[in-house]
């Protein structure tokens, strides 16, 4: 069956450090990916969109990285906030219509 | 522009009672999706409405059912409330075919 991991359920780091998150998948050929935020209590907001045709995608201070080959997404958060800390999804689609599938989450600790 | 716009926010039935949740989506966005996310989980999909008909559905019983009003606003109805069905409720909507979905704030229902 599909499956989504998200690595981690937590993950503490330093305030000026790059927080990595990963993002693996089985049984599942995307034909994109996005990453959201979550604050407790709120619903996801959209961060980035990754194609499958596509290897890095850059917003700021976020990075995402999709490797089709290996069946995973890393997300990078550079130079890390505590504003930063948040739990981060990962969804993955096989079309424009399709619905997302989401992985648990990773929840990030900025610590100052 | 008002995002996307769910209500109520907050809301306690008993078991058996049934629910009404509603959404108003993006401006300009034709397609709503429903989602529900339990506590520690990632959201799950329930189905997805276009031209106000049922699109697509994931694995959730027939007491989940729902509707698209002709400006696109959508209502979530849940039937035979169960203990099981407490949860956040998040709305999502989108352009046909465009991948970036921007989700509500959504609706917690807690079912005693």
């Known amino acids: 069956s599909q499956k989504i991991e998200q690595n981690s359920e937590a993950l503490n780091i330093q305030e000026g450090k790059t927080a990595t998150l990963t993002c693996n998948y089985t049984?599942?050929?995307?034909?994109?990916l996005q990453w959201y935020r979550q604050d407790p209590g709120r619903g996801p907001v959209f961060l980035l969109l990754?194609?499958?045709?596509?290897k890095e995608k850059r917003k700021e201070r976020l990075k995402v990285t999709f490797d089709t080959t290996l069946k995973q997404s890393l997300f990078h958060i550079t130079a890390s906030q505590p504003a930063d800390s948040a739990t981060y999804l990962c969804?993955?689609?096989?079309?424009?219509?399709?619905?997302?599938?989401f992985g648990k989450g990773t929840r990030l600790s900025v610590i100052a | 522009d008002a995002g996307v716009t769910q209500s109520p926010t907050h809301l306690i039935k008993t078991r058996g009672q049934q629910v009404t949740l509603r959404c108003s989506p993006k401006?300009?966005?034709?397609?709503v999706s429903w989602y529900q996310q339990a506590l520690g989980q990632g959201p799950q999909f329930i189905f997805q409405?276009?031209?106000?008909?049922?699109?697509q559905r994931g694995n959730f019983p027939d007491r989940f059912s729902g509707h698209q009003f002709p400006n696109y606003s959508s209502e979530l109805n849940v039937n035979a409330l169960l203990l099981g069905d407490s949860a956040l409720y998040l709305c999502?909507?989108?352009?046909?075919?465009?991948?970036?979905?921007?989700f509500g704030e959504g609706s917690w229902l807690t079912v005693v």
């Open positions: 409405y276009y031209e106000e008909e049922e699109r």
């Open positions: 049984n599942y050929s995307p034909a994109y």
């Open positions: 999502a909507s989108s352009r046909d075919i465009v991948d970036t979905i921007y």
């Open positions: 990754i194609r499958e045709n596509e």
């Open positions: 401006s300009g966005h034709d397609t």
């Open positions: 969804a993955l689609a096989s079309s424009g219509n399709t619905p997302l599938v």
